[in-house]
């Protein structure tokens, strides 16, 4: 059940997905939830169980600082990528190494996140944005982001989401975000549409730096997001955002992507439910994940 909260933004003025692409859905997990999802992270990471792909930032030249999207294809995975012998080095090791970590299979690994993807405010409001029925989950991605001296990387720069036309992200804190340095999600307010015509500063197809958004759009539609462990909000991320490089401590968040049609038109991995967890669901909770193999 959703439960209202105070505003969690440090934003003054109201929030609203149809007109911004970005809105506070109130307090969707209580925050001892939210700590239990994260212990259980933190239980993935110490044992070494279900890690999902991290890139090895010591081996990027700086050229590379700006992966984003189809982009990645350019490199040589077995270069970009930590490989399961450092994953064994251990948490002080990789922290070293790359900036975060994902959980494989988080519908699998994580069928708490199901409580969440399903929620009916949170779906019935992007439907309404979208003005469609025809609404599914895409790709779900649970990060642990840690606190360390590397440089920032990807999406810690302004970007766009090119996964497809229509595409709305619920963003949800594990732990409180209370400062800039605690790694805030950042959007800009009005971008999906309004995008700059950028063409000697421009990093990448999809990426801007911070000094072309503020004089562009301004300050005043560049918009942090704070809250406690269990805030969640929804932005459209076809419009520019980032996430903050945290350096207070670890930043724990999860991802999910409500989508009308299939991610990269299906060219990705399929993510997986359980057949066990998906009966519990009423039908029109189970067709959210049409685009999920079902094992």
Same mark, same amino acid.
């Given at each position: 059940?959703?439960?209202?909260?105070?505003?969690?933004?440090?934003?003054?003025?109201?929030?609203? @997905?149809?007109?911004?692409?970005?809105?506070?859905?109130? @307090?969707?997990? #209580?925050?001892?939830?939210?700590?239990?999802?994260?212990?259980?992270?933190?239980? %993935?990471?110490?044992?070494?169980?279900?890690?999902?792909?991290?890139?090895?930032?010591?081996?990027?030249?700086?050229?590379?600082?700006?992966?984003?999207?189809?982009?990645? !294809?350019?490199?040589?995975?077995?270069?970009?990528?930590?490989?399961? &012998?450092?994953?064994? !080095?251990?948490?002080?090791?990789?922290?070293?190494?790359?900036?975060?970590?994902?959980?494989?299979?988080?519908?699998?690994?994580?069928?708490?996140?199901?409580?969440?993807?399903?929620? @009916?405010?949170?779906?019935?409001? /992007?439907?309404?944005? %979208?003005?469609? !029925?025809?609404?599914?989950?895409?790709?779900?991605?649970?990060?642990?982001?840690?606190?360390?001296?590397?440089?920032?990387?990807?999406?810690?720069?302004?970007?766009?989401?090119?996964?497809?036309?229509?595409?709305?992200?619920?963003? &949800?804190? &594990?732990?409180?975000?209370?400062?800039?340095?605690?790694?805030?999600?950042?959007?800009?307010?009005?971008?999906?549409?309004?995008?700059?015509?950028?063409?000697?500063?421009?990093?990448?197809?999809?990426?801007?730096?911070?000094?072309?958004?503020?004089?562009?759009?301004? #300050?005043?539609?560049?918009?942090?997001?704070?809250?406690?462990?269990?805030?969640?909000?929804?932005?459209?991320?076809?419009?520019?955002?980032?996430?903050?490089?945290?350096?207070? !401590?670890?930043?724990? /968040?999860?991802?999910?992507?409500?989508?009308?049609?299939?991610?990269?038109?299906?060219?990705?991995?399929?993510?997986?439910?359980?057949?066990?967890?998906?009966? &519990?669901?009423?039908?029109?909770?189970?067709?959210?994940?049409? %685009?999920?193999?079902?094992?």
């Amino acid at each position: 059940m959703l439960r209202e909260s105070r505003t969690v933004f440090s934003i003054k003025m109201k929030l609203n @997905l149809q007109e911004n692409g970005f809105k506070n859905v109130g @307090l969707l997990i #209580k925050p001892n939830k939210a700590k239990k999802l994260k212990d259980k992270i933190d239980y %993935f990471f110490k044992n070494n169980l279900n890690l999902g792909p991290a890139v090895n930032i010591k081996n990027l030249a700086k050229s590379q600082m700006f992966l984003n999207g189809e982009s990645r !294809k350019k490199f040589d995975k077995e270069k970009i990528y930590l490989n399961k &012998l450092d994953f064994e !080095k251990g948490t002080k090791f990789i922290r070293k190494m790359t900036n975060g970590v994902s959980i494989k299979q988080p519908i699998l690994n994580l069928p708490e996140l199901i409580n969440i993807c399903t929620d @009916l405010k949170v779906v019935s409001t /992007v439907q309404k944005y %979208f003005q469609t !029925k025809n609404l599914y989950i895409g790709y779900v991605k649970v990060r642990r982001f840690f606190k360390n001296r590397l440089p920032e990387f990807d999406t810690n720069f302004f970007h766009y989401d090119d996964n497809g036309k229509n595409l709305v992200k619920l963003v &949800l804190y &594990l732990n409180n975000i209370n400062t800039k340095n605690d790694g805030p999600f950042v959007y800009v307010i009005n971008s999906k549409t309004n995008k700059p015509k950028i063409k000697q500063n421009k990093i990448n197809k999809y990426m801007i730096p911070e000094k072309e958004v503020s004089k562009f759009y301004g #300050k005043k539609l560049v918009k942090e997001a704070y809250g406690a462990a269990g805030t969640g909000f929804l932005a459209d991320t076809i419009g520019f955002h980032k996430g903050v490089k945290n350096t207070s !401590k670890d930043r724990y /968040v999860v991802y999910i992507n409500y989508v009308t049609t299939r991610e990269y038109k299906g060219k990705g991995e399929n993510l997986k439910i359980s057949s066990r967890h998906l009966k &519990l669901l009423k039908k029109n909770q189970q067709k959210l994940f049409k %685009f999920f193999e079902v094992v």
